[in-house]
């Protein structure tokens, strides 16, 4: 190298190990808050408030225990439930609408998706007294297919945009070839489409299972005691006696497992389908 070439690249290497520290310092302050929660998850609530908190303690499985004797197994399978059946819902529903508008648009496609787009705009809370009254009607108050049923409503437009543009890069060939070779709409769909977008039908469930496992607001006003979720569950440790760190922190550190096993089971899908549309 020449001493010109040196001296850029010198500059050039601090600079690149300078944004390496940032971006782990950034990263740990981010991480930082989860994992204080776990460790306090292992504490017993007398460690838990300590002042300063104290970093050396004996752990225990004391809080973990307390949860499952409290009765936690039935809120985190009703947001099992709500969450699995409310996301095969949302992609048995999304994918063929996403196909219908990536692959077959129509003069009025813009328009369809405006409104799809256009329903998250609207307030949750200016619906809920609407839903209320009609699921008190009905008989679905505490109803666990409620919240399928709202959930599904709730992660179905931002499921067909996502798929919409995954569908969208698949190349016209494949699909001319397809047609070229007898294959019907549903075996093009279901045997070359869908395997060619399985990263970004990943990304797409795991955004819904996301929105689904974390919603509380339907939750709170439509259910008592027999559909309540995880999220109620870590309301009932705000008490007016105050605030039961340890269990809080356990009950917390259980809610976030299911996301978090989804995440990393499919995580080389996910990194593939976030990807997916952003170069062409």
Known sequence: ??????AVAGPRRRS???????????????????????ITAFKHEADAYTDPPSLIFTPTLEQFRA??????????????????VSTLLVL??????????AIRPVKKTQDVLFFFISTKMLPVVAVIVPI???????????????????????????AVWMMRSFLQEIPAEVLEAAAMDGASLRQTLLK??????????????LICVIFAWNEFFFAVNLTAS??????????????????????????A????????????????????????????
């Open 16 to 38: 690149a190990g300078l944004l390496t520290v940032l971006t782990w310092i950034i990263g740990i302050v981010f991480f930082f808050p989860v994992l204080w929660m776990v």
């Open 226 to 251: 027999q559909a309540a979720t995880v999220p109620l569950f870590l309301v009932g440790f705000m008490t007016s006696e105050g605030l039961y760190w340890a269990q809080l922190a356990a009950a």
């Open 132 to 158: 209320y009254v009609i699921a008190g009607r009905i008989g679905a108050l505490d109803n666990v297919w409620t919240l399928v049923v709202l959930y599904t409503a709730m992660n179905l437009p931002i």
């Open 92 to 101: 048995a529903l999304a994918v063929p609408a996403a196909y219908a508008l």
């Open 192 to 205: 070359v489409m869908l395997p060619m977008v399985a990263p970004g039908l990943a990304a797409t469930a």
């Open 67 to 84: 949860l499952f004797d409290a009765g936690a197994w039935p809120y985190f399978l009703n947001s099992l439930f709500a969450t699995t």
């Open 1 to 6: 190298m020449t001493a010109a070439a040196v």
């Open 253 to 280: 550190t259980l809610a976030s497992l299911p996301v978090v096993l989804a995440g990393w089971v499919a995580q080389k899908q996910l990194v593939r389908g976030l990807s997916m549309g952003a170069i062409k």
